[in-house]
T-cell receptor
Framework: DQQVKQNSPSLSVQEGRISILNCDYT??????FLWYKKYPAEGPTFLIS?????DKNEDGRFTVFLNKSAKHLSLHIVPSQPGDSAVYFC?????????????FGTGTRLAVRP | DAGITQSPRHKVTETGTPVTLRCHQT?????MYWYRQDPGHGLRLIHY???????DKGEVSDGYSVSRSKTEDFLLTLESATSSQTSVYFC?????????????FGDGTRLSIL
C-alpha cells in the first residue's frame, strides 16, 4: 500500500531547462510534504518543504507546488544544472503522527545533460 | 550539515550472525530514526526513538531491535541476520515533532548478508 507514489523512475533534462518531478499521495491526512535529494553513497539531503495550508513554496531555483484536491505535488527546478543530477524523494507527514514519521516515495532519478 | 555519524559505513556478514549498527548525533535532537532503502521501495521506517529509552516500531520492524541509552546514540540490532536484510540503512534525526521540521540523514551503512 504505497501512500506516496513517484510514478516516473527517471527523468532526463537539458541543462538550463526546467525539471519537473511529480509525486502523488493517497492519504488525505498528510499535511506536510518534503523533497529530498540524494547523491550516490550519501544520505538524503533536505531540499524544500510545503505545508498543506499553502499551494506554493519557493527557494531559489526550487519551487514546490501542492494541489490538495488532486493529491499531487511537484518540484520545479529552474534552470536545471548538471549538479542537480541525483535521485529525488518526496515524503509526507500526517498531523500528530507519533514520532514525526515520514512516508517516502520510491524516488525519481534526474539526469541533467550538459 | 547535521552532525550525524553512522558506523560502520560498510559491513559484510553471514546469515545467522548478529549485527549492530550505530548512529551517533551531536545535535542533541530528541528524535532519531532508522530507515532502510531498497530498490523499488524508497526509504522505509524500521524503528524510531522519541527520547532516551523511548522507542517504537515503524513499518518494517520485524527482525530488528533498537536501543537508546543516551541522547546521542541510537543502535539498530539484527539479532540473526538474513539475506532479506541486505540493504542500505540510514539514520535520521529531528529536533521536534511539534513543529514541521525536516529530518536530517546520515550517510548510510551498506550491509550485505551472505
Amino acid at each position: 500500500d504505497q501512500q506516496v507514489k513517484q510514478n516516473s523512475p527517471s527523468l532526463s533534462v537539458q541543462e538550463g531547462r526546467i525539471s519537473i518531478l511529480n509525486c502523488d499521495y493517497t492519504n488525505s491526512m498528510f499535511d506536510y510534504f518534503l523533497w529530498y535529494k540524494k547523491y550516490p553513497a550519501e544520505g538524503p539531503t533536505f531540499l524544500i518543504s510545503i505545508s498543506s495550508i499553502k499551494d506554493k513554496n519557493e527557494d531559489g531555483r526550487f519551487t514546490v507546488f501542492l494541489n490538495k484536491s488532486a493529491k499531487h505535488l511537484s518540484l520545479h527546478i529552474v534552470p536545471s544544472q548538471p549538479g542537480d543530477s541525483a535521485v529525488y524523494f518526496c515524503a509526507a507527514k500526517a498531523p500528530r503522527s507519533s514520532g514525526d514519521k515520514l512516508t517516502f516515495g520510491t524516488g525519481t532519478r534526474l539526469a541533467v545533460r550538459p | 550539515d547535521a552532525g550525524i555519524t553512522q558506523s560502520p559505513r560498510h559491513k559484510v556478514t553471514e546469515t545467522g550472525t548478529p549485527v549492530t549498527l550505530r548512529c551517533h548525533q551531536t545535535e542533541n535532537h530528541r528524535y532519531m530514526y532508522w530507515y532502510r532503502q531498497d530498490p523499488g521501495h524508497g526509504l522505509r521506517l524500521i524503528h524510531y526513538s522519541y527520547g532516551v529509552k523511548d522507542t517504537d516500531k515503524g513499518e518494517v520492524s520485524d527482525g530488528y531491535s533498537v536501543s537508546r541509552s543516551k541522547t546521542e546514540d541510537f543502535l539498530l540490532t539484527l539479532e540473526s541476520a538474513t539475506s532479506s536484510q541486505t540493504s542500505v540503512y540510514f539514520c535520521a534525526i529531528s529536533e521536534s515533532a511539534n513543529f514541521n521540521q525536516p529530518q536530517h540523514f546520515g550517510d548510510g551503512t551498506r550491509l550485505s548478508i551472505l
